[in-house]
């Protein structure tokens, strides 16, 4: 079993930045990669990035490509995202997952955090 915890979030104004941390505690080494999704109200949860473990490979939703920055510290078990030049649109509930294959298919999933973005 994995457990995982964000931390970060909050309310920023438009334009501004956020950082959202993840950090994986359990069967760490069995973590193949590990991603954030977001659901904002009445919508689908939707993919926003990944990371893989090992290699550091990274997949970006393009609707943050060039703003938002997911990135890894293996030796902390940690998974961060760096989200700049925020938009209204990006409010949402952002869920910090863990894949334990290379098959897209999430295994864990973090409470979420509240990010809230103001124009």
């Known amino acids: 079993q994995v457990q995982l915890v964000e931390s970060g979030g909050g309310l920023v104004q438009a334009g501004g930045s956020l950082r959202l941390s993840c950090a994986a505690s359990g069967r760490t080494s069995s973590i193949y990669a590990m991603g954030w999704f977001r659901q904002a109200p009445g919508k689908e949860r939707e993919f926003v990035a990944d990371?893989?473990?090992?290699?550091?490979?990274?997949d970006y939703a393009d609707f943050v490509k060039g703003r938002f920055t997911i990135s890894r510290d293996i030796a902390k078990n940690t998974v961060t995202l760096q989200m700049n030049s925020l938009k209204p649109e990006d409010t949402a509930v952002y869920y910090c997952?863990?894949?334990?294959?290379?098959?897209?298919?999430?295994?864990?999933w973090g409470q979420g955090a509240q990010v809230t973005v103001s124009s």
């Open positions: 997952a863990a894949r334990i294959t290379w098959i897209n298919k999430y295994d864990y």
């Open positions: 990371v893989i473990r090992n290699s550091g490979a990274t």
